[in-house]
């Protein structure tokens, strides 16, 4: 931006060749200009804008310039316009006095000297802009004012940057370290050597030679120079500083300051997002993930790093950069299932600084790529559903994760929204703020002086500047009567080092009583005709105020005052008695006092109730005899509210080792306090909760050991607390359900989904077994999972209702089954013959009968009638097996009961020549049984052995009878033509199923078999293998 | 029609059925089997007409109606279908008029007009 645009020229002119000639002038020197033609206009203008000179002519009609001047002057808006008037007439000292008098600040002589007018106008701007910048500053000024009355030496020492002092000769004298971590040396190795010593204040300071650049520093000792570095110390560590150089007036002399402030830390920091938002600045789509996730890579030294679209339906990840050191690898798309993604995509970073894979067993991927570490990051919008995913990943542990976390959720909001993230080029510009000069106005001197040093003009300001009450005071006076110089050197001598240069400079002078006096002062030559000098002409402005303040800052601690500002932490100087010196900012709004309040009381006795005064005067003790101390410590406020703060207090000693006083670093940690408290009373709470529910409560950690546990959980499973230690789940877990214990607690760890509930049996200590009803949750601290939570309850007595109901249940089945079988019966096997004797009586009515077929009806009839009977005789049957409550149990054995059955089957056992052969085992010779069904089993296998004998071998029918604990176990195993339980499997036990089309039978044996079986309490399965063979077990309990 | 085939493992009912079929259409040709597995080998061998009719038992021991229905459509056969049954199971009558072959079910015994009303059904 034009810097003129805020610097408008009013003209003033009755005669329109002036106004228009001057205006070209200026504007060919970039200036912007309005112009009148008379006094009324101008005014008009005036008021409608704002103006930084008016260059008004004096002979005008209506309103001359003088007239207008005081009009101009008369109104508070405009008053401090500067003015240049323009006169026909030769310069007089009346007319002078009277231009000065109505507040005019320069004159020009017509015909108008181009290069003169050029010159003022220069000047005039340089000053508005001065003061416009004085506005600016103002308000921050004064608060910086307050301060500026407190000496800071005492601090000097425990400044936490490191100052070197050097004087004119480039010499070191002064530093606020005994050991300087930035030039690696002790102090003493370093005073009153030349700076040049150490290679780093060599590289800062810029030149071998200190000359040149002290030099510079006097010749502008307003400059400073703020350096920002990196250096490579001698043990190889990257130092990040930043250098502050400034001139320092000490005992009147220049001096070099020099501050250095370690910044390593947040410079690194500052580097990765500077570096972050420079390299991606400009950059858009891909091509700014690209930088991102390459930035990642570099500076957060990850192996991979990539930024992924959350696709939602899919429940994926496709990568928008996925990269690997330099590398960007290809387009990858993953399934967020098992995957940690999945945890960061509900909205929470997540951190696994090491055995990722541990956590996610079933994440393919992490194996793959051999993940050790992973930190993710959701991207957001503001509503705060995911957009997306940053997340870096490494083959090793991950070191400062949590750094590095926070890092990437500065980042995070740039990268969600592709917009140059507010928040790190606020950080960034944070950092480079730096205090800006400070002006102070004051109304300018304007004087001219002739090459004998006589001051021939001025203004009153002038004179009340240099300490005298009036121009005329001073006017015809040799400079040296007036002041003496300090930095001001004789006009003479100005003349020689600034010969044609319009200068602005700072200058010191002593007034007559003594009182230093620092001057803005705008200098420039008058010519003649010949181009030798003629007279010098300047404009001086008053800086002493601001001076002595910047001083005083300069002396001490202008620089880290500044820190101490914008630190978020509270900051408090007190001196030996307690009275306070300095506070920060931070510091008031912690106890609502104002600086003003509480500078000069007592802390103590301000800031603090009886008891906190007593113990802290005791701290005063140890703090005088030279130790630093963090501790806890409570505040009153103004308004009386107690905040809690840790503070942070270490002594002071000025250069010669005395003591002088405190200084702390004070945080407010209430907050955190009445957090720490409720959630100390919340754990009692939980503690007391969790100790008198019904339930019992255990936590476990990742590897399933018991990290918590309440009383009833001890109860439940007879524990006491002496035999917890090293408890894991499987300690009272039953064996078979381990795995599944495992695996479940794992899948919840990994934020599967897993039923809420889960029945188990549990391990009594008295080794009996017990059912658990127990519910899972997550156990998170900081949002790294640390395990799981497990609430229980012994449900072993439900669990026997339950099984008993299901028993019932199961009974009650069976018998409605059976039913519906009869049912069937009914429906189909007895219908049929009562069908068809029905259908043979009709046809005893069909004309036309043969007589040989109605020989066949009756006899159909007849043998219809017999198979009805049969059937109601079987029904018979099936219907007495039903119930064995009425049959006595005896003492039955087998091999007795085997030896008459196989009497009763002799015929066909000779005719088949079937090879049986018994197998039983001496404790299994007799049970205790019905003897009926247990004959009518064994009948019926036996039976169907003989029967379903294979025609290409010999059959043969192996019993094998053991017993086994509470139980009796038959094995038939025959060599027959086997049944195809593919086809029939269901219905072997069937009611009327046959398989066997030729060969004889009803399909009630096995039938009947099952059924008497069951009666007794047993079961019977069958195995089969067509044309191999058939085994029936039979397990009947003892 | 030409030809009904009965396919009953009971012999009862095959000669009541032959009979009163008879009585009905003297000139039909009929054909009674009790083994499902002959009957699918003398269907599948001769020419079926789509009017011929099956009357069809459910319960055999071997191979059921139902599993005779498949095989029979697995064959490609087509013709009409009539159960002829004594199950009351309303399940299996549900069943079998779920199978787009089957034209009717007849709980047995088989009457003349029921016979008769074989040509009307067409």
Known sequence: MDINSHFKILIVDDRLENLIALSAVLKKEGFYSDTALSGSEALKLLLKNKYGLIILDVQMPEMNGFELAELIKGNTKTKDIPLIFLSENSFGKEFSLNGIVVGALDYLIKPVDVALLILKVNNFRKMHLVSEDLVETKKTFEKKAILAQISYEDLYFSLPQEVFIINKEGL???????????????????????????????????????????????????????????????????????????????????????????????????????????????????????????????????????????????????????????????????????????????????????????????????????????????????????????????????????????????????????????????????????????????????????????????????????????????????????????????????????????????????????????????????????????????????????????????????????????????LLYSDSNNIILM?????????????????????????????????????????????????????????????????????SYDPDGNFTGVSSLISNITEQKLYEKKLLFSKEKFESVVNNINDGLFQIDLKGKVTYYNQKFLDIFGLSVNCMDDLSIDSFTAKEYHQEMFERHFTRITGGEVDEIMHYEGIHKNGNRIWIESKIKLLKENNIIIGTQSILRDITERKKQEDQLNKTVKELNNRNNELMQFNYIVSHNLRSPIANLIGLSTLLNVPNIKEDEKSKILDYIHQSALKMDDQIKDLNVVLATRSALNEIKEKVSFPLLIRSI??????????????????????????????SYLESILYNLISNAIKYKSNSRTPELMMEISRQKEFFVIKMIDNGCGIDLNLYGDYVFGLYKRFKLDIEGKGLGLHMTKNQVEALGGTITVESLLDKGTVFSIILPV | MKNIFIIDDDFTNNFIAEILIKSVFPEIKLLAFTSPEQALLTLSNINLAQDDIILLDLNMPEMDGFQFIEKFNEKKLNCRVFILTTSLNPLDKELAESKTVVCGYILKPLTKERIASFNSLY
Do not use: W
């Not at chain 1, 309040?597 to 802390?603: A, F, M, P």
């Not at chain 1, 103004?638 to 270490?650: D, L, V």
């Not at chain 1, 089957?905 to 019905?930: G, H, L, M, P, Y």
């Open chain 1, 172 to 570: 070191i004298i002064s530093i606020n370290r005994f050991n300087t971590l930035f030039c690696g040396l002790k102090a003493s190795e370093l005073l009153n050597r030349h700076f040049s010593i150490s290679p780093f204040l060599k590289e800062i300071l810029g030149e071998n030679n200190g000359n040149a650049i002290l030099r510079y520093f006097t010749e502008d000792s307003k400059l400073k120079k703020n350096i920002e570095f990196k250096i490579e110390r001698i043990d190889k560590t990257i130092f990040y500083g930043h250098a502050v150089i400034t001139s320092a007036i000490i005992e009147g002399k220049f001096h070099i300051q020099v501050s250095i402030y370690n910044e390593t830390e947040i410079k690194k920091q500052e580097l990765f997002l500077k570096q972050i938002n420079d390299s991606v600045a400009v950059k858009t789509g891909a091509s700014y993930f690209s930088e991102f996730t390459k930035f990642c890579c570099e500076e957060l030294n990850v192996k991979y790093a990539l930024v992924g679209n959350y696709i939602k339906d899919q429940h994926s990840i496709e990568t928008i950069s996925f990269r690997s050191g330099n590398n960007e690898l290809p387009i990858y798309k993953y399934n967020l299932k098992n995957t940690p993604c999945s945890l960061v995509l509900n909205g929470e970073a997540c951190v696994y600084p090491k055995n990722v894979q541990l956590f996610f067993p079933n994440d393919e991927d992490l194996k793959t790529f051999g993940i050790e570490s992973y930190l993710g990051m959701p991207l957001v919008d503001e509503n705060k559903n995911p957009l997306g995913i940053i997340v870096l990943l490494d083959d090793k542990p991950m070191e400062d994760a949590l750094q590095k976390e926070k890092l990437i959720s500065f980042l995070a909001p740039r990268a969600a929204n592709e917009l140059i993230s507010a928040r790190v080029n606020s950080k960034l510009k944070k950092s480079e703020e730096r205090f800006r000069t400070l002006f102070e106005q004051n109304l300018a001197g304007v004087y001219r002086a002739n090459l004998e040093d006589i001051i021939i003009e001025c203004n009153d300001s002038f004179a009340q500047i240099i300490g005298f009450n009036k121009a005329n005071d001073v006017i015809g006076k040799h400079i040296c009567e007036l002041y003496e110089n300090i930095s001001h050197p004789n006009f003479n001598e100005k003349l020689r080092e600034y010969a044609g240069k319009l200068t602005l400079e700072e200058v010191i002078i002593k007034k007559k009583n003594g009182e230093n006096v620092y001057l803005l002062e705008n200098a420039y030559f008058i010519y003649n005709k010949l181009g030798s000098e003629k007279y010098l002409e300047g404009t001086i402005i008053n800086i002493t105020e601001r001076k002595k303040i910047e001083e005083k800052i300069n002396e001490s601690e202008k620089r880290y005052r500044g820190l101490f500002e914008i630190m978020n932490d509270g």
């Open chain 1, 583 to 651: 506070v920060n900012s931070s510091f008031c709004e912690m106890v609502e006092y104002t600086k003003e309040e509480l500078i000069g009381q007592n802390g103590y006795y301000l800031l603090h109730d009886d008891i906190i005064r007593s113990q802290l005067i005791r701290k005063l003790n140890d703090r005088k005899e030279g130790k630093s101390e963090q501790y806890e410590l409570e505040f009153i406020t103004k308004s009386g509210k107690r905040i809690q703060t840790k503070i942070n207090a270490s002594p």
């Open chain 1, 902 to 931: 196989c009497n009763t089957f002799s015929e066909q056992i000779r005719e088949s020549e079937i090879v049986i052969k018994t197998n039983i085992q001496d404790d299994a010779s007799e049970i205790f049984s019905i003897k």
